[in-house]
Structure formats: structure tokens, C-alpha cells
């Protein structure tokens, strides 16, 4: 079980305006579940977004209008006989704030309103769905969350994949095909979370070190790759010459059972295995010293994982991040793992201050 609270401190590496003055009594609250927690940071992002405005753009638009607006639209005015009446159907842009992710931001918080969620904040809430008349709600199954995103919008960018993980985790279809709340975020959102996390933890606390979630060729004699799948990383730490490929899982079983003995899972050790030897022939004319990681977050089992392997020159390590803890505790496992495979005598650049 991930203390609610760590998941928000997840959440300020993924998306850095929460690292923002807006969001510091959000950051001091106690939240009994994920929902309450998504429903504060989503109605903060709003209220600091409504102090500047609601993002507007140019919105086509048709309708018949007693002046001419736009391009007049001769078909549809003599199939509706809008003449008759002295109008003419005109498609025109009208600059509106019903722009696509306004939509969805109201179509989360009116969801929210039905989630396990404090009355205090349904009432904040409400407050807020009132500088949202006037924009139209989406169907949660037929969102489009393929967003543009610029410097000036990074809090949309926020707010959005914060009703990401609310529409795609806190809901679910019953069997007679109605849609209710679920308590919890669910194993595949969370699981980019906290691949997401681990990334931009290293990225911001280490910049010395370079991170990346890179692709890797394959390593081929005869250069064919036709239907060889991609290979990507979830993140790739180097310095000087030294490469970490850790492949992050979030399992609710952090291994499998087969009459009574637990193994790591096959198809993850096959995967990272395979990304270190064919990064490992990729370098075969520098020097480098190649190492994998499966790095599992913890669960409630009994059996954690944390073994070192050497496989054909390369180590391999499994491991478990225990997320049930004070996020110190957190901050210093991610920071061992820097210190074992690259030196701590080492210089990666200065700790950001949080």
C-alpha cells in the first residue's frame, strides 16, 4: 500500500508546477485516498488557471444568424429555409473557452463530484464548474488525450493527466454496463506513474547524469529487422561510460509461483536481458561497462525480490523499491542505487532543493 502522500511527491517529479507556490498547502494536506488527493491538486490548478483566464481558442462554429458571418452556407440555408425567416446558416470561428481541454477538466470535475470525496472539496468544486458554463461535456470513453502542449500551457498539461489518471483509474464499468468510481488507482496507471517518477527523480536530482528513456537497436549480423519489435527503454542512466538500464514494474505480485517456488517474472528478465547485451554489442569499439535492473515496487508479500546476477559479463539485479514508507526513505534508495553503480565520490551535479 503507497501512503497517499507519497503518491503526491511522485506527482511533483512528473509535473514540476506543483513544486509551485500554488500548490504548497496542497502539499502539507493529509488525504485518505487518491481521489480526494486528484480532486485537491485538480481544483488548486484551477483556481490559480482562473486568475489568468481560461484558455480560449478559435472554435468553428455554424448556426443561423440574422447578419452575415463567416462563410455563408447556401446549401444548408435553402434546405432549412432559414431565408424565410431572413437568415442565413453561416459556419464562422468564434474564440471560445469550449476548447477541447477546458472540456475535459469540467467532464473530470463533474465525475469527481460522485467520487469518495470530501464534501468540503465537492463544494469548491461547484464553486468552480461556475466559470465553466457554457463549455460541453465529453464522453469519458471517447476523449481524445492526444493534447498539443506548449511552454505557456504546462498547467493544462498538468490538469489534464491529472483527469487522465482520474478518468482512467477511478473509473469502471459494472456488468450490466453503467459506470462507477473506483477508490484506487489501478495497476496499468500506476505503473506509468511510477516509471514516470523514477525518471524525472534522477533527471532533476542527478543532471550529471544523463536520463533518458532511449531506444536500442537491435544488434543484427545481417541488418534484416523486418517485424522485430522496438526496444525502449524505461530509463537509461550513463556516466562516463557506465550505462543502468533499469525496466520499472509495478505488479500487485512482485513474482510468480509455480508449485510453491517463486521466481522473477520470465518475460521481464528475458526483456531487460536482452536490452543489456544488445546495448553491450552496441559499445563493443568503446570502453563501457553495461548493468540491467528490474526495479519493482514494493507489495504486501511476504517475498520481495533483491538478488545480483551475472549474466555473460553483464550484472543483472532485481530489486523492490518500498514505496510504504517516509518519502526520505524513498529518496534514499533511489539515491543507493546512484552510489553503488557509479561511485559516490563521484560528481552528478547539484541536488535540487525541495
Not at 220 to 247: N, V
Not at 320 to 341: C, K, P
Amino acid at each position: 500500500m503507497i501512503p497517499v502522500q507519497n503518491v503526491y511527491y511522485m506527482l511533483t517529479y512528473v509535473f514540476q508546477c506543483l513544486n509551485e507556490d500554488g500548490f504548497k498547502n496542497v502539499a502539507v494536506e493529509q488525504f485518505d485516498n487518491v481521489a480526494e488527493l486528484c480532486a485537491a491538486i485538480l481544483v488548486k490548478g484551477v483556481s490559480l488557471q482562473l486568475k489568468q483566464g481560461l484558455a480560449r481558442e478559435y472554435i468553428s462554429e455554424t448556426g443561423a444568424l440574422a447578419g452575415i458571418r463567416g462563410r455563408i452556407d447556401i446549401t444548408e440555408s435553402i434546405k432549412t429555409r432559414t431565408m424565410l425567416r431572413k437568415r442565413m446558416v453561416c459556419t464562422y470561428d468564434e474564440f471560445s473557452v469550449n476548447t477541447y481541454m477546458n472540456r475535459i477538466i469540467k467532464t473530470t470535475m463533474l465525475q469527481l463530484l460522485h467520487a469518495d470525496v470530501g464534501k468540503s472539496r465537492k463544494k469548491e468544486i461547484r464553486r468552480l464548474l461556475v466559470f465553466f458554463q457554457g463549455i460541453q461535456e465529453l464522453h469519458i470513453y471517447s476523449i481524445n488525450w492526444r493534447q498539443q502542449y506548449y511552454r505557456h500551457n504546462q498547467m493544462y498539461r498538468m490538469m489534464v493527466s491529472i483527469c487522465y489518471l482520474v478518468l482512467k483509474g477511478l473509473l469502471q464499468t459494472t456488468a450490466d454496463g453503467s459506470i462507477r468510481l473506483m477508490q484506487f488507482v489501478d495497476e496499468q496507471q500506476m505503473c506509468r506513474l511510477y516509471e514516470k517518477f523514477i525518471r524525472e527523480y534522477y533527471r532533476q536530482e542527478f543532471p550529471g547524469i544523463k536520463t533518458e528513456a532511449s531506444w536500442i537497436s537491435w544488434q543484427l549480423d545481417d541488418g534484416f529487422s523486418d517485424m522485430l519489435p522496438m526496444m525502449k527503454t524505461d530509463i537509461m542512466l550513463s556516466y562516463q561510460g557506465k550505462i543502468l538500464i533499469i525496466d520499472a514494474k509495478y505488479y500487485e505480485n512482485t513474482t510468480q509461483a509455480q508449485y510453491g517456488r517463486h521466481t522473477v517474472h520470465s518475460g521481464n528478465l528475458y526483456q531487460i536481458f536482452t536490452y543489456v547485451k544488445n546495448k553491450e554489442y552496441e559499445l563493443k569499439d568503446v570502453p563501457h561497462q553495461v548493468s540491467g535492473m528490474l526495479l519493482y515496487a514494493g507489495t504486501d508479500g511476504e517475498i520481495q525480490p533483491g538478488q545480483k546476477y551475472r549474466m555473460s559479463g553483464n550484472q543483472i539485479s532485481v530489486r523492490t523499491l518500498d514505496l510504504n514508507q517516509d518519502f526520505s526513505g524513498i529518496r534514499a534508495q533511489l539515491d543507493g542505487i546512484i552510489w553503488e553503480y557509479f561511485g559516490k565520490e563521484n560528481y552528478y551535479g547539484q541536488r535540487h532543493n525541495r
